[in-house]
T-cell receptor, first 111, second 113 residues
């Protein structure tokens, strides 16, 4: 079935650093989304991408939909303590309603 | 703004028992999705409903069933519970069957003993 490969699995950074995480697949996806999840809570939508090549920002977050429709990246600039959490990419396969999630990137920030 | 409501938030059951999880979508949303998330895992899609009809199906065990009611709330029924069913169960909702506007609830944590 469709799988998303998300990297890195974990990141340990200093407050104020920039962060970059990546998601790739061997299959084409119609839509790419990035979610953030905190312990015991549901995923919260950060950015949604609908068109190949699309670059979208949400505050300090920037994400791009790969031109081949097989990947996406998320950048976080000037990280702050509240950025701590697990970030998931998710893709909507062609012709399906479901979302397929990546394995997640656990972000830890040292003050 | 109103969010997705799930109940109960926590549930403890014995093996072979049954459980019913409820989901109340954001007002005016007509599509609900169920996901299962094991410890340290990513959410796995189970099933979805659009306008009360099943719209997509994932890796949902035959022991599980779900439905969407006329007021758009949904229930996930789980029978013959197994230890491996212990997980977080999320419901998400969207408007018009469009997954990219999918909003997640806080989840139900199910523990099977």
């Amino acid at each position: 079935g469709q799988q998303l490969n998300q990297s890195p699995q974990s990141m340990f950074i200093q407050e104020g650093e920039d962060v970059s995480m990546n998601c790739t697949s061997s299959s084409i996806f119609n839509t790419w989304l990035w979610y953030k999840q905190e312990p015991g809570e549901g995923p919260v939508l950060l950015i949604a991408l609908y068109k190949a090549g699309e670059l979208t920002s949400n505050g300090r977050l920037t994400a791009q939909f790969g031109i081949t429709r097989k990947g996406s990246f998320l950048n976080i600039s000037a990280s702050i303590p509240s950025d701590v959490g697990i970030y998931f990419c998710a893709g909507q396969p062609w012709g399906a309603q479901k979302l397929v999630f990546g394995q997640g990137t656990r972000l830890t920030i040292n003050p | 703004a109103a969010g997705v409501i799930q109940s109960p938030r926590h549930l403890i059951k014995e093996k072979r028992e049954t459980a019913t999880l409820k989901c109340y979508p954001i007002p005016r949303h007509d599509t609900v999705y169920w996901y299962q998330q094991g410890p340290g895992q990513d959410p796995q899609f189970l099933i979805s409903f659009y306008e009360k009809m099943q719209s997509d199906k994932g890796s949902i065990p035959d022991r599980f069933s779900a439905q969407q009611f006329s007021d758009y709330h949904s229930e996930l029924n789980m029978s013959s519970l197994e230890l491996g069913d212990s997980a977080l169960y999320f419901c998400a909702s969207s408007l018009g069957g469009v997954p990219e506007t999918q909003y997640f609830g806080p989840g139900t944590r199910l523990l099977v003993l």
